[in-house]
């Protein structure tokens, strides 16, 4: 089966290939800070790895299913038509915002990308259980794959969106559309941060991935989806609260998001100064937490085979 | 195992693994819930959870080449350890060191997914173990055909079935050109062909002077394929060396627990067995039994009320649970009258020719009807001289010589 050369030469070549190479200790936690390099590393020389996690993840989600992949788009427009109808011409939100439901569904598409790919990654080491308790694998992959299974997700709605925008809209191709990149990016920071951060801690604490999904629910209306910013400010007024709220990252990310897409926002509504400083600073503060996140991560990764 | 040793054949054999000071420390929590965290929050919290040392102070070095076999009793430690050379777990205290690729047999088929395709999972499986893409597509035909699925390679893994799913996975883990292989007890599954196609691959990766790391309760299997093995009881090495001398050592081991949890098992009140002794005949008790040697059984029974037409059986079991022997007072054909108080009796097993390990000896009483009135299983064992020539379960003296017309 194997070639046929002799086995002793083979085992000979083994020898010397072996002795060639160094040590290496074995150890996936505490390590000191600039490791955190070293687990970049690992984890980008296991990306084709990471792609078939993806590819997996993808594909057994709607394997058996009549309309399979449909069903990730049925979700959203579901969405869509409930908070056009209700709360858009029912509570009124729509009065005052051209446009509504590209609006919201703007506002819709990034903050799934942010709701299903922290949902994923927080119960994707748990789900794992079996292959991590049985196998050494760098453990960042795992939430890493769930971030890049939900991206994909948001790939397939954002060319929805951007074909709605075209028709409904009347939008036009131009230098607004940049405005879509730095959302995306903020994003995905901060899913990375919170991501690893909640797959290492819901080890441990189960409880988590409950947590989340409320939090989840909450974090959707703590940002101008289905309302707007200005409707925000009438109430908050002009002080610190407003300051917290349009500061929040998501909310950031989603403001400019509907620059990107929305016509809307030409026809004089208003916006927050400084979008793109205030973004800016945000994913600054997101990379540091990115670091952070994977500090912990690693702290904690060492027990994860004997907690799951 | 007629294989070179790995010492001599021109090029020195590097370390591969080195574990140095390993100990490992589990804490069990009684308090799970959060909120009786909470309360036992603190000083408290102390007095809720138990310390428990898997291992303690490990230390062995491992030469490239070497087939090792770490052995003990249930909880010893060994999977523990072997979780720990893989990666998987981190020692409390000590390090662990290695070179070179490694693959680890712990569950064939963890990475495999239920609903993708056979095909899909390999590619899978592979990539977990640290194949690239590239790699594993040279390598699929081999896999395929080494697996035997044929046709169905392109099938849900779901609808596999298990002997199916474990050769694909086997499959797969030995074809990714490992430096060093741990395996867990998976050589215990499949059908006997496919056992069999595991050991040569096995013997294979032993030529081509991978090193191989096997935990095992297959006393046999360690003997035969390694050539080093590690003892470990509760935690610590208490023997390194040849694989005989450490199965010896573990089966003294076995024997001092089988003894401290002796049981018998009592059906009806009257009758009861109250010891068993076995011995070679003209030999003292622990003394090794010998081919051709008389196997003498003493069994003291005891009854309190009389009992007519009784039965004695008694039943002998290899190392593994394996029957080796039985035999009753009624195949014998011996009547003994009716059984009133104590009363020794006593069976010889003439000429027997046992093969070499530790055999146990199981006793029953029954009544005229056959119906069991007391048990005792092991209550008595005996070990077996060690032949070189020969292993198994039964022992002739082996002749070979060419055959001249």
């Not at chain 1, 397939?156 to 607004?176: C, E, T």
């Not at chain 1, 897409?261 to 540091?288: D, E, K, N, Q, S």
Request: proline fraction near 3%; hydrophobic fraction near 45%; include cysteine.
């Amino acid at each position: 089966m194997t070639a046929l050369v002799e086995p002793a030469e083979v085992r000979n070549a083994r020898f010397a290939a072996l002795a060639l190479q160094p040590m290496e200790v074995v150890s996936s936690s505490s390590r000191p800070f600039f490791d955190g390099l070293k687990s970049v590393r690992e984890v980008f020389s296991r990306r084709e790895l990471l792609s078939l996690l993806i590819r997996r993840d993808l594909k057994a989600r709607y394997k058996d299913s009549a309309l399979g992949f449909v069903w990730s788009l049925i979700k959203p427009l579901t969405q869509l038509a409930i908070y056009y109808v209700v709360v858009g011409h029912f509570l009124g939100a729509a009065k005052g915002i051209p446009d509504f439901a590209v609006y919201v569904f703007c506002g819709l598409t990034i903050y799934s990308l942010f709701s299903e790919t922290i949902s994923g990654a927080t119960s994707s080491i748990v789900t794992n259980a079996g292959l991590i308790k049985k196998i050494a694998l760098p453990r960042e992959v795992f939430p890493l794959a769930s971030i890049g299974a939900g991206g994909f997700n948001f790939l397939v709605q954002l060319v929805i969106l951007f074909v709605a925008a075209l028709f409904l809209g009347g939008f036009q191709l131009g230098w607004n559309l940049a405005y879509a990149v730095p959302a995306i990016v903020l994003i995905l920071i901060y899913t990375t941060a919170i991501g690893l951060f909640l797959s290492a801690v819901n080890v441990y604490l189960r409880d988590i991935q409950y947590l989340i999904e409320v939090s989840l629910m909450v974090l959707l209306w703590a940002s101008p989806t289905v309302y707007s910013w200005t409707q925000a400010r009438s109430v908050l007024g002009n002080g610190v609260l407003l300051e917290v709220y349009t500061d929040n990252p998501i909310t950031l990310a989603v403001l400019a998001f509907q620059k990107a897409f929305w016509v809307g926002h030409m026809t004089g509504i208003a916006y927050p100064g400084l979008l793109l400083t205030r973004m800016g600073i945000a994913a600054v503060i997101g990379i540091v937490l990115i670091f952070v996140a994977q500090r912990v991560f690693s702290r904690l990764e060492g027990n994860f085979a004997q907690e799951l | 195992m007629a294989r070179p040793d790995p010492g001599t054949t021109g090029v020195p054999a590097p370390d591969v693994i080195r574990v140095d000071n390993v100990s490992k420390r589990f804490i069990v929590r009684k308090d799970n819930s959060l909120k009786e965290r909470l309360v036992t929050l603190g000083r408290s919290g102390r007095r809720h959870r138990e310390d428990f040392w898997a291992l303690r102070d490990v230390n062995f070095h491992l030469h490239a080449g070497t087939t090792i076999g770490l052995i003990g009793h249930n909880g010893s430690g060994k999977s523990t350890l072997l979780k720990i050379i893989g990666g998987i777990l981190d020692p409390t205290k000590g390090s662990v060191a290695r070179r070179g690729r490694l693959a680890a047999l712990l569950e064939l088929g963890a990475g495999f997914h239920p609903d993708l395709t056979g095909r899909e999972n390999v590619y899978l499986n592979a990539s977990i173990l640290g194949l690239t893409d590239k790699e594993t597509e040279s390598k699929f035909q081999e896999i395929l055909d080494f697996s035997g699925i044929g046709d169905f390679i392109d099938t849900q893994v779901k609808f596999y079935s298990s002997g199916m799913y474990v050769r694909l996975a086997f499959a797969v883990a030995v074809h990714t050109d490992p430096d060093v292989l741990l395996v867990d007890e998976v050589l215990a599954v499949g059908d006997e062909a496919f056992q069999r196609k595991c050991l040569d691959k096995i013997r294979d990766f032993q030529q081509e002077g991978r090193t191989i790391v096997i935990v095992s309760h297959s006393l046999g299997q360690i003997v035969e394929l390694c050539d080093r093995a590690i003892l470990l009881n509760h935690g610590e090495v208490v023997f390194d060396g040849s694989p005989r001398e450490a199965v010896a050592e573990l089966r003294t081991i076995l024997e001092d627990r089988r003894q401290s949890d002796l049981t018998t098992v009592q059906v009806s009140a009257e009758a009861r067995i109250v010891s068993a002794q076995a011995h070679a005949d003209g030999k003292a008790v622990g003394e090794l039994v010998t081919a051709g040697d008389d196997l003498v059984v003493d069994i003291e029974v005891a009854s309190e009320s009389p009992l007519v037409g009784w039965v004695c059986a008694i039943q002998i079991d290899g190392a593994l649970g394996q029957v080796v022997y039985g035999t009753t007072t009624l195949r014998v054909g011996a009547h003994p009258g009716d059984l009133v108080g104590t009363r020794t009796v006593r069976y010889v097993l003439r000429d027997t020719h046992f093969g070499p390990g530790k055999y146990f000896v199981n006793i029953s009483l029954l009544d005229h009807a056959l119906r069991h009135l007391a048990d005792a299983p092991q209550i008595a064992s005996f070990d077996v001289e060690d032949y070189e020539v020969a292993v198994g379960l039964t022992y002739a003296v082996p002749e070979f010589e060419e055959l001249v017309e």
